[in-house]
């Protein structure tokens, strides 16, 4: 059973920085992606930043150049550093990742953390 473990959320002014954690652990064989998506009420799910196997990064336009992503493969571990935070960026911060849990599985399979709030104060 493959589990994500999120850290690091909290409230915060504006301008201020916070670092989100993510952890994988259990039955891993691969990880293909890793990363993070929020979700502010009322509004969709939305991307904010990925870190690939290859490392790739891909990030939301509105986060580039505040929010870095990184990866320590050898702890299956991604990290969001996340800077100049505004209030817009306040949401439940969701870790994702891609994951073959046995070498014969066909393909990846989405992973979940349980979300960790995140909340910016003008």
């Known amino acids: 059973q493959v589990q994500l473990v999120e850290s690091g959320g909290g409230l915060v002014q504006a301008g201020g920085s916070l670092r989100l954690s993510c952890a994988a652990s259990?039955?891993?064989?691969?990880?293909?992606?890793m990363g993070w998506y929020r979700q502010a009420p009322g509004k969709q799910r939305e991307l904010v930043a990925v870190?690939?196997?290859?490392?790739?990064?891909k990030y939301l336009d509105s986060v580039k150049g505040r929010f870095t992503i990184n990866r320590d493969n050898a702890k299956n571990t991604v990290y969001l550093q996340m800077n100049s935070l505004k209030p817009e960026d306040t949401a439940v911060y969701y870790c994702n990742a891609e994951i073959k849990a046995v070498s014969y599985l066909p393909r990846f399979f989405d992973y979940w953390g349980q979300g960790t709030q995140v909340t910016v104060s003008s």
């Open positions: 259990g039955s891993i064989f691969s990880i293909n992606s």
């Open positions: 870190a690939t196997s290859g490392g790739g990064t």
